[in-house]
């Protein structure tokens, strides 16, 4: 009998063989990509206060999840015994869409977790991916209405769907903060569309939700607190991206009151971080894309004095809750759409109060703080311009010196590796400001797997800790250094006139 006219214990079968392969599959290629990160020296260390592992950490364990959910599919496409290749057969452009919009991303992942990519790359290969699809018929023509009709996108729809597909893309990576977070949103998204794929008879997407959830769960086993592999943007961009395609595909088979409303509910989390995200970074002028420790899951631990642990924990119930809601969604009446809608809202005012968000006293220091950032884009565009010119260590270290005034710290330290067996080279300034103890922003510089050593500023001004926007520069112009060095290293090593004996640092 064909897969479309089977009985729903085979195929509910055949989704259980799916899972279970993707499973094991996920579970060894975890082993095998932990084991070959540590043997590789690919791990992600610890350059940075936002940071919350103690000690480096291989990364690339997006890559188990990948094949863990490509492997049994195509497996079960190749054997065709369950039926498989005719249900693949039946809708090509969802397959192709899936598996090669997939693999665009997961190698823009592997090839940022590797090499590191800048958001102009992964905007240009996100962007072009979400147009593919669009084209191939992933298109979002419909947003819900409980009160009415639905609303008819028309010309809409194209910055609409490519907004929807790149945004979940980067909603999931911005929750890979703290170990297992990411994995579990993921699962529990995963298991939302599993459910109304098979609700609704969709074969095909019920499959493919099942084979990820598999591979996510495999990878998990290794990923929650404490863990000892992430799934780094190789993961949670493909995570990201799944998600969104057939978030799509579900709710357009859904009925028109609840067209986008169930899968933005089900996503509620990651899609409310974001948002927070931006608005807090435009109103602080901060980069976009820059790091913080104020997503939710950071407040959760700060403010609520959650552990770190216990802080997933928190998220994952309240991505439960919004999950029930999205299948309550999918179907309630108008009057119950509004009165979910309702308990959604007040869940949402309750957390965003709870965590401090949008406080009268957070405004005002916001406002210092954008004032203070403007000035310190400038500082941090014209070190980067000198970072771009130098051929010697010396030279480098004569563009970075004016960092140290003008940040007021009381010392700045370079340190650079010597090429083979050469002697590290060690530039510091050191200055009065001030009698505390100091605290230090200590970040490395590195290109990809090309480590050459680190760049340290040091505060006596009486702070507690390191203000994140003046960490923030320290990044950027640590990565410009990096980027730069790693070109000239390819042709000969940065010498210096200036190398300063200091001794060895505690």
Same mark, same amino acid.
């Given at each position: %009998?064909?897969?479309?006219?089977?009985?729903?214990?085979?195929?509910?079968?055949?989704?259980?063989?799916?899972?279970?392969?993707?499973? /094991?599959?996920?579970?060894?290629?975890?082993?095998?990509?932990?084991?070959?990160?540590?043997?590789?020296?690919?791990?992600?260390?610890?350059?940075?206060? $936002?940071?919350?592992?103690?000690?480096?950490?291989?990364?690339?364990?997006?890559?188990?999840?990948?094949?863990?959910?490509?492997?049994?599919?195509?497996?079960?496409?190749?054997?065709?015994?369950?039926?498989?290749?005719?249900?693949?057969?039946?809708?090509? !452009?969802?397959?192709?869409?899936? &598996?090669?919009?997939?693999?665009?991303?997961?190698?823009?992942?592997?090839?940022?977790?590797?090499?590191? !990519?800048?958001?102009?790359?992964?905007?240009?290969?996100? &962007? =072009?991916?979400?147009?593919? +699809?669009?084209?191939?018929? @992933?298109?979002?023509?419909?947003?819900?209405?409980? @009160?009415?009709?639905?609303? *008819?996108?028309?010309?809409?729809?194209?910055?609409?769907?490519?907004?929807?597909?790149?945004?979940?893309?980067?909603?999931?990576?911005?929750?890979?903060?703290?170990?297992?977070? *990411?994995?579990?949103?993921?699962?529990?998204?995963?298991?939302?569309? &599993? /459910?109304?794929?098979?609700?609704?008879?969709?074969?095909?997407?019920?499959?493919? %939700?099942?084979?990820?959830?598999?591979?996510?769960?495999?990878?998990?086993?290794?990923?929650?607190?404490?863990?000892?592999?992430?799934?780094?943007?190789?993961?949670?961009?493909?995570?990201?991206?799944?998600?969104?395609?057939?978030?799509?595909?579900?709710?357009?088979?859904?009925?028109? *009151?609840?067209?986008?409303?169930?899968?933005?509910?089900?996503?509620?989390?990651?899609?409310?971080?974001?948002?927070?995200?931006?608005?807090?970074?435009?109103?602080?002028?901060?980069?976009? @894309?820059?790091?913080?420790?104020?997503?939710?899951?950071?407040?959760?631990?700060?403010?609520?004095?959650? =552990?770190?642990?216990? !802080?997933?924990?928190?998220?994952?119930?309240?991505?439960?809750?919004?999950?029930?809601?999205? +299948?309550?969604?999918?179907?309630?009446?108008?009057?119950?759409?509004?009165?979910?809608?309702?308990?959604?809202?007040?869940?949402?005012?309750?957390?965003?109060?709870?965590?401090?968000?949008?406080?009268?006293?957070?405004?005002? *220091?916001?406002?210092?703080?954008?004032?203070?950032?403007?000035?310190?884009?400038?500082? /941090?565009?014209?070190?980067?311009?000198?970072?771009?010119?130098? =051929?010697?260590?010396?030279?480098?270290?004569?563009?970075?010196?004016?960092?140290?005034?003008?940040?007021?710290?009381?010392? +700045?330290?370079?340190?650079?590796?010597?090429?083979?067996?050469?002697?590290?080279?060690?530039?510091?300034?050191?200055?009065?400001?001030?009698?505390?103890?100091?605290?230090?922003?200590?970040?490395?510089?590195?290109?990809?797997?090309?480590? &050459?050593? @680190?760049?340290?500023?040091?505060?006596?001004?009486?702070?507690?800790?390191?203000? $994140?926007?003046?960490?923030?520069?320290?990044?950027?112009?640590?990565?410009?250094?990096?980027?730069?060095?790693?070109?000239?290293? !390819?042709?000969?090593?940065?010498?210096?006139?200036?190398?300063?004996?200091?001794?060895?640092?505690?």
């Amino acid at each position: %009998m064909s897969a479309g006219g089977r009985p729903s214990h085979a195929r509910m079968i055949t989704y259980f063989v799916a899972f279970v392969l993707s499973l /094991v599959v996920s579970t060894a290629a975890t082993l095998v990509v932990r084991n070959r990160a540590h043997a590789w020296n690919l791990l992600d260390r610890v350059g940075s206060s $936002r940071k919350v592992h103690t000690h480096a950490v291989p990364r690339l364990g997006g890559i188990a999840i990948v094949a863990g959910f490509f492997a049994p599919l195509l497996g079960l496409l190749w054997a065709d015994s369950s039926g498989v290749g005719y249900v693949f057969r039946s809708d090509p !452009a969802v397959v192709q869409g899936i &598996f090669l919009g997939g693999l665009a991303i997961a190698l823009l992942g592997l090839y940022d977790d590797l090499r590191g !990519a800048g958001a102009r790359l992964k905007f240009a290969v996100q &962007f =072009s991916v979400a147009l593919a +699809l669009y084209g191939a018929g @992933f298109q979002v023509e419909l947003l819900a209405n409980p @009160f009415g009709e639905p609303f *008819a996108l028309g010309v809409l729809a194209l910055p609409f769907t490519l907004l929807w597909v790149v945004g979940l893309i980067n909603a999931i990576n911005l929750m890979d903060g703290l170990d297992g977070l *990411a994995g579990g949103v993921a699962f529990i998204g995963v298991g939302t569309n &599993f /459910v109304l794929a098979v609700a609704r008879g969709d074969v095909l997407l019920a499959l493919f %939700m099942a084979a990820l959830a598999g591979a996510v769960l495999g990878f998990l086993v290794f990923n929650f607190n404490p863990a000892s592999i992430f799934m780094g943007d190789t993961g949670s961009m493909f995570l990201g991206l799944v998600l969104a395609v057939v978030s799509i595909k579900t709710s357009s088979k859904a009925g028109t *009151a609840v067209a986008m409303l169930v899968p933005i509910i089900a996503m509620g989390v990651p899609i409310m971080d974001t948002l927070l995200a931006v608005i807090r970074r435009s109103v602080m002028g901060r980069p976009l @894309f820059s790091a913080d420790r104020d997503h939710i899951h950071h407040r959760l631990m700060s403010r609520v004095a959650l =552990s770190h642990r216990n !802080a997933v924990l928190v998220l994952y119930g309240i991505c439960v809750l919004f999950a029930l809601t999205a +299948l309550g969604l999918a179907y309630a009446n108008s009057a119950q759409t509004a009165l979910l809608l309702v308990a959604v809202a007040i869940v949402v005012t309750v957390l965003v109060r709870k965590l401090g968000y949008f406080s009268p006293a957070e405004g005002a *220091a916001n406002q210092a703080t954008r004032r203070r950032n403007t000035q310190l884009r400038k500082v /941090v565009r014209d070190v980067t311009e000198g970072l771009g010119r130098f =051929s010697t260590a010396a030279e480098a270290w004569g563009a970075l010196e004016p960092l140290a005034g003008a940040l007021e710290m009381s010392r +700045l330290r370079l340190e650079l590796a010597g090429e083979g067996s050469g002697e590290r080279q060690v530039f510091e300034r050191q200055r009065e400001a001030g009698a505390s103890l100091p605290v230090r922003a200590r970040v490395d510089v590195r290109a990809g797997p090309s480590d &050459f050593g @680190f760049l340290e500023g040091a505060w006596a001004d009486g702070r507690a800790e390191v203000n $994140r926007d003046e960490e923030l520069a320290l990044e950027l112009l640590a990565d410009a250094l990096a980027q730069r060095l790693a070109s000239l290293r !390819a042709g000969r090593t940065p010498s210096s006139d200036r190398v300063v004996s200091l001794r060895k640092q505690g």
